[in-house]
C-alpha cells in the first residue's frame, strides 16, 4: 500500500465513523435501573479527555489526577465494573508531546499501584491476537474510546480501536461529551452494525497494511524526536542510561525512599548529563566552523550553570510538595507568565528523563519505594512560584525564611543530584541562583491580579415560613444571613403575589395541567351521535378486556361494609342450621347431581370415539380425552375418565414393547401413563377402589418400578399373564425418580391449596394471595414481588371491588408506567365490574398526558405517575385526593427508572391511604418495605398531632351507610418466587446456511469465583431435567465424590419411594445439589466444579452468517417444532418493524412458488368475468328502475347475481393463503371479530401494513405505534390469531401478552439483567404451557452467561427535587384547600427521599439543595420571603417538564425580548413577517427542542436538504440575556457554595476519591 492509498483508506475509516455518529444516541451508559456489567475504557483515550479538562492547567499534575479519580470514583459509585486498557503502541503518539509522556506512566503506575482498578496493559495494539482473546474471554459490554486524539496520528488510532471493536461485535462509547447526575453517566453510544463487521471483513488485509504503516510512521517521529534532543543516543541507550542512573541511587539510598523525591534526583542527573551531552554535540559542530573556541566553552560553561539552577529550583519545588499542605499550595500565586524559549529545549529533555525513569521504575522492586504520591510528582506553579520569586522578589531584599527542615531536604537532595552526576561538578546547593537568566517571560503582568475583585456580602435572605424553619431549621442556626438593608435584599424583585386564579395577560380562569390535557369525551354532552361513539368506545373496551382474561362480568352493588372475619382461619360448624340454610344445602345437592348427570351422559356419547382414537392414536386421543377433562367438572366423572385412559396406556404400552426391541421404545406412552397415574393418586385418592390400586400397580410393574409396586400393593399383581424374567422386555430402563425428573419434569404436579375461598370465585388462591386478599380486607399497604403470571393483580381487582362496594365516593386510583398499560387495565376493569351510578359518575376513568375521561368523575382512576402528581400537587383538587381510598402501584421497580422515577417516590410519600406496590423484579424489596414504612409513621405520627382522620371529608351525606375504616399504618411485604412453569433456555447458531438449537445449562452461566463469591443467584432455577443432568455431570468428574450415592436421585430423600413426585420435592433435590456443588468449592474441589460447569457448558456457538437474513428461517424453524406463538425482542425501532415485513416477504415467496401459473390465469380470468358480471348486473338494475318490473328479466337479474356468487367464491378460494405459507390461526377467531378489529385501524398511519401482515399471522409492537394499532397486535396475539409478534422491551412492561416462546433476536447495550427477566417472563402460558422456552438468537455466549447469573439491580432512589418542583410544592403548601394537610404533604417529600434513606449525608445535601432553590426562586421574583408564590411562577411551574429551559424562557419575557421579536408587519395586523418567525422558531428550539449531537459530528460535509439539522445562534439579544442569566446563577451559586462552605467535610478537601491518598505534607 503506497503512502497517498495508504492515507485515502484512513480518509475511508474516518468517514465511516463520521457517518455513524448521527446515529449515535446520547444514553444512559448504566442501564435504568442503576446496575452495569462490564465495560472496557482506552486508558488513552481517557488521559487525552482529561487533559483537555477546561478546569485543568498547564502542569497541575495533582489536579489531573483529581479529575481523572473524580471520573473513575463516579463510575464506580454508579455501579461500574470495568477495566482500563493501555496499549503499547499508543505511547507513540506521545512523542510530539513529551510533557505527557512521564504524565502517562505516572498515570499507569498509580492506577496499578494505588487503586484496586483492573489496568490491562500486556497488549501491543488492538489487532493482536492477544487483544482479540482478551475481548473474546471478558466479552464487555462496550469500550469507552475518544472520537479526537491530541493530533490526527492519535485520532487514528482511536479510529481502528472503534473499527476494530465493532468488527468484535463491541459496542462503542465516545468519552467526548459525557454528562452526569447523581445516579447515571450519559454518553453517546455507537452500537456495533452488520454494515461495520462486514467492512473489517472485506478490508482486513488492508486495515492491518494501514495498522502497520501508520504505526511505522509513529515510530519514524520518535528517532527524530530523540535525534533533536539527544543525539546519537538511541533509544536503547538512554534505556540504559536510566537503569545505571536508579542502580546507583539504590547504592546511595540503600533504606529506599519516597517516589518524589526518586524521580527528582534522578531525572535531574540524567537530564543534565544529557543536557552536557547535547552541549558537547553542538560544540563539536561549531569547532569545525573555526569559532571562537574559548567564548564557545565560557558559553556552554553559562548555559550549564543555568540549567543546575534551574533543577536547584526544581529540587526546592519538591522539597515543598513534601511538606507544604494542601491548603498553602492552594494560595500560591497563579503564575501568567509562560518559561523562556532558551531554557525550553531543556524542560524538554528532563520530561523525557522523567520518563525513561519511570518506564524502569520495575528495577526498584525489591527496594523499599513508596509510590503513594505518583499523583503528585511536580507542581509547575509551584515552580514557577519559586522561579519569580529568585528572579524578582529576592533581589529586592524580600528574603524567604525556609526553615531548617526544608534546608537540610534541599541540600540532601541536590547533593545527591551531584553524586549521581559524576562526569562533571554541579556546584553547591547554595546559592540557589548563580546566574541571572530569566526562566520566565518578562510578560507585562506575570502575576494575576485578583485584589480588585469584589467579594459580595455572604449570607442568605431570610425567610419567615413555618414549612422552611420544619425541614432545614437544624442548619439555618448555623449559617449566616444577610441583615434587610443588604443590597441583595433591598434589591428582590416585589410583585403581585401570585393566586392561580386567572390568566396574567388576559385575567381569564386560569386552567391546570389537568383542563389542559385533552378531554376525549364530553361528559356532559346529550348529543346523539357523541352518545353512540361513547357506548361504542366502551363496547370495544369491554372487547378489549375479554381479550386479556376471560372472566365473566361483575355487577356491583354498593351495600353495608362490615369488619370482614380472617379467612384464613377455617370457620367452626354451627351446631344448628336454620330452615332456610338446610333448603340452600338440600338446593345445592340436588343441583350438583343433576350436574353430575349431564356430565355422564356427555362422557357416554364422546366415550367411544375418544376410546376408538386412542388405540389408533394414544397421543391424539389422550389430547381429547384433556380437552373433555378441561370442561368436565363432576370428580367421579373424571376419576372414570382417567382410569379409561390408562387402561389405554398401558394396553398401548405392552403393544409396543412386544413388537419393538428396547432401543426403539416410544417413552412418550410412560410418560402419559405415569401422568395418569400421578392424576388419580393426587386429585381422586379417595374414589380409588382396590381394583384400582391393583390396576396403578400393575402399570408400575409393566414400567420396572417393582419399589413403587411393592409400596402401593405388596400382593403380586402380575404373575397371571407374564412371567417375571421376561418383565424387563417392559421395563423404561431406569428408576421411577431418574424417569419422572427426566421425562416428565413439566407435568410435576405443583403444589396448590385444595380448600376455597369464599372470597375468590374463579379460582382456589395460594396462600401468599391470601395474604394479599387479608392485606386490603384490614385495609393495609403492601408491597408484594412476585414472577410475572403468578397471578399478583388479582388483589388489584380485589381492592377495586370492595371499594366499589363500599360506596359510589370512594376512589381507588390504579397507577401504571405506560400508556399502553394505562389502556389495558382500564379495559379488563369495564370488562370484569359493572355498577349503576348516579348521573354524571362513572366507574372507571383514565388520565394520561395525551387525553383524559371521567377522571374525576369515577371511582376506578387509571393514570400513569406524571398525572397522579398533578392531580396530588394541585392547590384546588384536594377535596378530590380526600376521597382516595387506595392506590395500586404497577411495575413498581420504575421507582428505580432512569425518566420519571423521582416521581413515583412522591407519590409514594404524598399519599396518606393504603396502597398495593407490585413488582416482579426488585432484588431490596426488605430496604424499600422498610422505607415505605418509615413513611407511614411519619402520617401516623401527622395525624396525631393534627388530631383528624383522613377520612374526614370523606363521608357520603346521600349515603345511607357512613362507615369509616379502621386506621392502618401496616406495611407488609409479600414475597413468593416460583414460577408457575419452568423456564428452558437455547442457543440458535448458523452453519452452513441453517439454524441449530443447543440447549443451555443455567449453571453453565456460573464461574466457580462466582459461586464462592456470591452464591447461586436466588432466581437461578433448574428444570427437573436440567437438575438430572447436573447429578450426572457431577458424578461423572469426581469418581471418589464421597455423597453420590446419598444424592443420587433414586436414593435422595426428597423423591425416594415417591409415585407421585411434585415439583416442591424437584426443587429441594435441586437445592441440595446446588448446595453440595458449594461446598466442593468451599473446600478443596474447585477444580472438580470447574470441570463440572465447562461440560455443562455448549460449545461455543455464535452465528457466523447475516442473521437478518436468517430471521425468516428462525421464525420457520420455531413452527415446526410447534414453539409458536412467540415474541421476538429487538431493541431497535425500525429492526422490529424490518424483521416482521422479512417474514411476511419470505412466506409470500415460498406462496409464489409452490403456487402454478396456471393458477394466476384462472384469477386473472375469473377477475375480468367477475367485473363483466357485475357491469351485467348494473345495467340490469337501470333496465329495472326504468320498465315494469317483467319476470323474465328478473329470472336473468337473478341467474347474473348467482353466477357473481359463484365467480366470487371461487377468486377467493384461487387467492386464499396456504396452511404452509401463513402462521396464522385461522381458527381462533371468527370473520365478523377480525373485521371488527381491522376497522379500528383503517385510518391509522400503520394500518394497512399491520393489516397486511396480520393476515399471516404476524405483527409488530413498539412505542411509536397509534394505540389502535397496538391494541390490533395484542387482541389478536391474545386470541391465538397471530402468532409471530416482534417487539421492543416496551412490550415487556406490564402488557399481558404471554406466549409459548421468547427469542432474544438482537444484542444490545439495553439488553441487560433487569430487561432479560421482564422479557424471559414471558414465556409459557398458565394454563396452556406446562414449560416456556427462551431462545437466544445473535447474542454471544458470554452475554447470556451475564444475563442469567446477573442480579436484578437494587433500587436505590433518584435525586428527588428540582427547582421547579420546589416551586411547585410551596405553591401547594401556600394554596391547598386544607393548609395543614398540604402542608404536611410537602414537608413527607422533602423528608422522605430513598435516596436519603439511612443516609444523613445525603439529607443535608438535600437540605443544602432546598435551601439554593429557595435562594434562587425569590433572587428571580418567583417567591418572596414569606414562602409565597409571586409573578410567573404559575408558568414556570407550568412549564415543569422542561427545566432549565422554563426558567430561562420566563427570564426572557420579563426582559421583553418576546415582545421586541414579535413586531408585527404593520400595526394593529396580527400578521408577522417570515424572518420573525424563524427567529421565534429558532429561539424556541434552542429552549425546548435541543438534541445533543456528537461535537466531531459538526466537521462532517454532510448536506440537509429539508431541515436544519444545527441550531443557529440566538439572535445577538437572547444570547447577551442568556449569558447574563448563566452568570448570575453562576454567581449565585458561587455566593451559595461559600455560604454553606463551613459545613464542607475539609478531610475529603486533602483527600483523592479514588485511592484514598491524604495530600497534607510532612
Known amino acids: 500500500m503506497g503512502l497517498e492509498e495508504h492515507m485515502m483508506f484512513l480518509e475511508k475509516m474516518s468517514q465511516l465513523i463520521m457517518s455513524a ?60 465494573q470495568f477495566a482500563i486498557v493501555f496499549f503499547k503502541d499508543a505511547e507513540y503518539a506521545y512523542f510530539s508531546f513529551p510533557e505527557l509522556l512521564p504524565l502517562r506512566t505516572a498515570f499507569i503506575l498509580h492506577l496499578q499501584h494505588n487503586t484496586t482498578i483492573d489496568v490491562q496493559t500486556e497488549f501491543s495494539g488492538c489487532l493482536s491476537q492477544g487483544w482479540k482473546s482478551f475481548i473474546e474471554d471478558s466479552y464487555p459490554y462496550y469500550l469507552m474510546v475518544a472520537d479526537e486524539g491530541l493530533n490526527h496520528l492519535q485520532t487514528h488510532l482511536f479510529n481502528f480501536l472503534i473499527i476494530q471493536s465493532w468488527a468484535i461485535k463491541v459496542n462503542v462509547v465516545l468519552s467526548s461529551g459525557q454528562t452526569s447526575n447523581i445516579l447515571r453517566l450519559y454518553a453517546y453510544l455507537m452500537p456495533s452494525m452488520y454494515t461495520n463487521q462486514t467492512f473489517f471483513k472485506e478490508n482486513k488485509k488492508k486495515i492491518e497494511n494501514a495498522y502497520k504503516i501508520l504505526i511505522k510512521q509513529l515510530q519514524e517521529c520518535r528517532i527524530l524526536a530523540l535525534e533533536s534532543l539527544f543525539g546519537n543516543l538511541k533509544w536503547k541507550n538512554m534505556m540504559d542510561e536510566a537503569c545505571e542512573t536508579i542502580s546507583l541511587l539504590k547504592q546511595l539510598w540503600p533504606e529506599g525512599s519516597d517516589i518524589r523525591r526518586v524521580l527528582c534526583v534522578t531525572s535531574c542527573s540524567l537530564s543534565l548529563r544529557m543536557y552536557h551531552h547535547f552541549l558537547e554535540n553542538r560544540n563539536k559542530t561549531i569547532f569545525d566552523q573555526n569559532t571562537d573556541i574559548q567564548e564557545v566553552e565560557s558559553n556552554c560553561l553559562n548555559m550549564m550553570q543555568e540549567m543546575e539552577d534551574l533543577c536547584k529550583l526544581h529540587c526546592l519545588s519538591v522539597v515543598f510538595l513534601l511538606h507544604l499542605p494542601l491548603s498553602q499550595r492552594a494560595c500560591a500565586r497563579f503564575i501568567t507568565s509562560h518559561w523562556a524559549k532558551n531554557i525550553q529545549t531543556f524542560l524538554k529533555m528532563k520530561k523525557w528523563c522523567e520518563y525513561f525513569i519511570l518506564s524502569n521504575i520495575n528495577i526498584f522492586e525489591f527496594w523499599n519505594l513508596n509510590l503513594i504520591h505518583l499523583c503528585d510528582l511536580s507542581d509547575e506553579l509551584l515552580l514557577k512560584n519559586i522561579a519569580f520569586y529568585y528572579e524578582n522578589e529576592n533581589v529586592e531584599g524580600l528574603h524567604l525564611n525556609l526553615g531548617d527542615v526544608i534546608m537540610k531536604d534541599y541540600e540532601h537532595l541536590w547533593n545527591t543530584v551531584s553524586k549521581l552526576v559524576r562526569k562533571f561538578s554541579v556546584g553547591k546547593p547554595f546559592p540557589l541562583r548563580t546566574t541571572k537568566l530569566s526562566f520566565l517571560e518578562k510578560s507585562p503582568s506575570p502575576i494575576k491580579d485578583t485584589s480588585k475583585e469584589n467579594i459580595p456580602n455572604l449570607g442568605f435572605i431570610p425567610m419567615s ?352 408506567p405506560t400508556k399502553a398499560l394505562v389502556n389495558q387495565v382500564a379495559a379488563t376493569v369495564q370488562s370484569r365490574f359493572t355498577k349503576n351510578l348516579p348521573n354524571g359518575e362513572a366507574l372507571c376513568g383514565v388520565f394520561t398526558r395525551d387525553y383524559r375521561h371521567d377522571a374525576l368523575n369515577c371511582q376506578v382512576l387509571i393514570t400513569v405517575p406524571a398525572c397522579f402528581e398533578i392531580l396530588l400537587l394541585s392547590p384546588h383538587r384536594q377535596a378530590w385526593v380526600k376521597r382516595i381510598r387506595y392506590v395500586i402501584f404497577d411495575e413498581v421497580h420504575c421507582l428505580g427508572g432512569e425518566i420519571g422515577a423521582e416521581v413515583w417516590e412522591h407519590l409514594l410519600v404524598m399519599i396518606r391511604c393504603p396502597f398495593l406496590a407490585l413488582s416482579a423484579t426488585i432484588s431490596n424489596p426488605e430496604h424499600l418495605t422498610e422505607w415505605l414504612q418509615s413513611v407511614k409513621r411519619y402520617w401516623k405520627q401527622e395525624d396525631n398531632t393534627m388530631g383528624k382522620n383522613r377520612n374526614a371529608g370523606y363521608c357520603a351525606s346521600s349515603h345511607k351507610y357512613q362507615f369509616r375504616m379502621k386506621e392502618s399504618y401496616k406495611v ?74 446419598e ?3 433414586e436414593k435422595s430423600i426428597h423423591c425416594k419411594n415417591k409415585i407421585v413426585i411434585k415439583k416442591l420435592d424437584a426443587r429441594k433435590y435441586e437445592e441440595s445439589l446446588k448446595a453440595e456443588l458449594t461446598s466442593w468449592i468451599k473446600n478443596g474441589h474447585a477444580e472438580e466444579a470447574k470441570m463440572v460447569l465447562r461440560n455443562l457448558s455448549p460449545d461455543s456457538v455464535f452465528s457466523s452468517g447475516n442473521t437478518v437474513k436468517m430471521f425468516p428461517l428462525l421464525v420457520e424453524k420455531l413452527r415446526k417444532m410447534e414453539k409458536l406463538p412467540a415474541l421476538f425482542f429487538l431493541f431497535n425501532l425500525g429492526d422490529v418493524e424490518e424483521r416482521a415485513l422479512s417474514v411476511r416477504t419470505s ?45 323474465r328479466k328478473m329470472d336473468q337479474r337473478l341467474i347474473h347475481e348467482a353466477e357473481h356468487t359463484n365467480l366470487l367464491r371461487t377468486l377467493e378460494k384461487n387467492l386464499e393463503i396456504p396452511q404452509e405459507c401463513t402462521y396464522a390461526n385461522q381458527k381462533a377467531i371468527d370473520t365478523e371479530t377480525l373485521q371488527m378489529v381491522f376497522d379500528r385501524v383503517k385510518f391509522t398511519r400503520k394500518g394497512e401494513e399491520l393489516k397486511a401482515l396480520a393476515r399471516r399471522g404476524i405483527g409488530y409492537h413498539h412505542s411509536s405505534l397509534n394505540f389502535k394499532e397496538k391494541q390490533l397486535v395484542e387482541i389478536l396475539f391474545r386470541k391465538g390469531f397471530i402468532r409471530v409478534v416482534t417487539a421492543t422491551g416496551t412490550l415487556a412492561l ?45 447474542i454471544p455466549l458470554p452475554k447470556i452467561g451475564k444475563l442469567i447469573k446477573s442480579n436484578v439491580p437494587e433500587l436505590r432512589g433518584q435525586f428527588p427535587l428540582s427547582i421547579t418542583l420546589v416551586l411547585r410544592l410551596m405553591l401547594l403548601a401556600s394554596k391547598g384547600d386544607d393548609p395543614e394537610d398540604a402542608k404536611a404533604k410537602v414537608l413527607s417529600v422533602l423528608k422522605h427521599s430513598l435516596l436519603s434513606f439511612k443516609q444523613p449525608r445525603v439529607t443535608e445535601m438535600l437540605k443544602l439543595y432546598f435551601l439554593f432553590s429557595l435562594q434562587f426562586l425569590m433572587k428571580q421574583g418567583y417567591l418572596d420571603q414569606e414562602g409565597k408564590l409571586m409573578g410567573f411562577a404559575g408558568l414556570v411551574s407550568h412549564l415543569h417538564y422542561h427545566e432549565p429551559s422554563n426558567l430561562v424562557f420566563v427570564s426572557f419575557l420579563v426582559k421583553g425580548l418576546f415582545r421586541n421579536l414579535c413586531q408585527p408587519t404593520r400595526k394593529g395586523s396580527k400578521d408577522f413577517s ?89
Open 21 to 80: 455518529l448521527p446515529k449515535a444516541k446520547h444514553s444512559s451508559l448504566f442501564n435504568d435501573f442503576v446496575e452495569s456489567e462490564f465495560f472496557l475504557i482506552d486508558g488513552d483515550s481517557l488521559l487525552a479527555t482529561c487533559i483537555c479538562e477546561k478546569s485543568l492547567k498547564q502542569g497541575q499534575q495533582l489536579h489531573f489526577f483529581y479529575v481523572i479519580e473524580c471520573y473513575l470514583m463516579d463510575l464506580i459509585s454508579k455501579g461500574g
Open 465 to 816: 415560613c413555618e414549612l422552611v424553619d420544619k425541614f432545614v431549621g437544624d442548619i439555618l442556626k448555623d449559617l449566616p444571613f444577610l441583615k434587610s438593608d443588604d443590597p441583595v435584599v433591598t434589591s428582590l424583585v416585589k410583585q403581585k403575589e401570585f393566586d392561580e386564579l386567572v390568566h396574567w395577560h388576559s385575567h381569564r380562569p386560569l386552567s391546570d395541567d389537568y383542563d389542559r390535557t385533552k378531554c376525549q369525551f364530553d361528559e356532559k354532552s346529550r348529543d346523539p351521535r357523541f352518545l353512540r361513539s361513547v357506548q361504542k368506545y366502551h363496547v370495544f373496551q369491554r372487547f378489549y378486556g375479554s381479550s386479556l382474561e376471560s372472566v365473566s362480568p361483575k355487577v356491583v352493588v354498593t351495600q353495608a361494609v362490615k369488619p370482614k372475619s380472617n379467612f384464613s382461619v377455617p370457620k367452626n360448624k354451627k351446631a344448628h342450621e336454620t330452615k332456610a340454610e338446610i333448603i340452600t344445602r338440600e338446593n345445592k345437592k340436588r343441583l350438583l347431581a343433576k350436574e353430575e348427570q349431564k356430565e355422564e351422559k356427555k362422557w357416554n356419547a364422546v366415550s367411544f370415539s375418544i376410546e376408538e382414537e386412542m388405540k389408533e392414536n394414544l397421543i391424539s386421543g389422550i389430547k381429547n380425552l384433556e380437552d373433555f377433562l378441561k370442561s368436565c367438572k363432576s370428580n367421579s366423572v373424571k376419576f372414570r375418565v382417567e382410569m379409561v385412559a390408562l387402561t389405554a396406556c398401558l394396553k398401548a404400552w405392552k403393544e409396543q414393547c412386544r413388537g419393538k426391541g428396547e432401543s426403539t421404545k416410544d417413552l412418550s406412552i410412560a410418560v402419559q401413563m405415569m401422568k395418569r397415574i400421578h392424576s388419580l393418586m393426587e386429585r381422586y385418592p379417595e374414589l380409588l377402589q382396590e381394583a384400582d390400586q391393583q390396576l396403578i400397580a400393575r402399570c408400575l410393574k409393566y414400567l420396572g418400578f417393582d419399589e413403587l409396586t411393592s409400596s402401593l400393593y405388596p400382593t403380586q399383581v402380575v404373575g397371571d399373564d407374564i412371567k417375571e424374567k421376561k418383565m424387563d422386555k417392559y421395563s423404561v430402563g431406569m428408576g421411577p425418580v431418574r424417569f419422572q425428573l427426566q421425562y416428565m419434569g413439566h407435568y410435576l404436579i405443583r403444589d396448590e391449596r385444595k380448600d376455597p375461598d369464599p372470597r375468590v370465585q374463579d379460582f382456589i388462591p395460594d396462600t401468599w394471595q391470601r395474604e394479599l386478599l387479608d392485606v386490603v380486607d384490614n385495609n393495609e399497604s403492601a408491597v408484594i414481588v412476585a414472577p410475572t403470571s403468578s397471578g399478583k393483580t388479582y388483589a388489584s381487582y380485589y381492592c377495586m371491588e370492595k371499594v366499589l362496594k363500599e360506596s359510589n365516593e370512594g376512589v381507588v386510583v390504579y397507577v401504571a
Open 972 to 1045: 407488609r411485604l409479600v414475597l413468593y418466587g416460583e414460577r408457575y412453569n419452568d423456564l428452558e433456555k437455547h442457543i440458535c447458531s448458523i452453519t452452513h446456511d441453517d439454524i441449530y438449537f443447543d440447549h443451555f445449562h443455567p449453571c453453565a452461566a456460573l464461574t466457580t469465583d462466582h459461586i464462592e463469591k456470591y452464591g447461586f443467584p436466588s432466581d437461578l432455577t433448574l428444570s427437573p431435567r436440567e437438575t438430572i443432568q447436573l447429578y450426572d455431570t457431577m458424578f461423572q468428574f469426581w469418581e471418589s465424590w464421597p455423597r453420590a450415592q
Open 1047 to 1049: 444424592l443420587d436421585p
Open 1147 to 1191: 412466506l409470500e415467496q415460498k406462496q409464489a412458488e409452490k403456487r402454478s401459473l396456471k393458477a394466476d390465469k384462472e384469477a386473472h380470468d375469473v377477475t375480468n368475468k367477475l367485473r363483466k358480471v357485475k357491469k351485467s348486473i348494473e345495467k340490469q338494475k337501470t333496465i329495472d328502475e326504468k320498465s315494469q318490473k317483467n319476470p
Open 1294 to 1338: 406490564g402488557i399481558n401478552m404471554p406466549c409459548k416462546s421468547v427469542v432474544f433476536a438482537q444484542n444490545s447495550v439495553y439488553l441487560d439483567a433487569l430487561n432479560y427477566r421482564q422479557m424471559s417472563g414471558r414465556a409459557g402460558r398458565r394454563g396452556q404451557d406446562l414449560m416456556g422456552d427462551v431462545y437466544f438468537f445473535d
Open 1474 to 1562: 417570515q424572518d420573525v418567525m424563524e427567529k421565534l422558531v429558532l429561539v424556541l428550539a434552542n429552549l425546548f427542542g435541543r438534541r445533543l449531537l456528537p461535537a466531531k459530528f459538526q466537521d462532517t460535509t454532510l448536506k440537509f436538504y429539508q431541515s436544519k439539522v444545527f441550531l443557529e445562534d440566538l439572535p445577538e439579544d437572547f444570547n447577551d440575556a442568556l449569558h447574563e442569566y448563566n452568570m448570575n446563577v453562576t454567581k449565585d451559586f458561587a455566593s451559595f457554595l461559600l455560604s454553606v462552605s463551613k459545613l464542607a467535610d475539609m478531610k475529603q478537601e486533602y483527600q483523592l476519591p479514588l485511592s484514598k491518598i491524604i495530600l497534607e505534607g510532612f
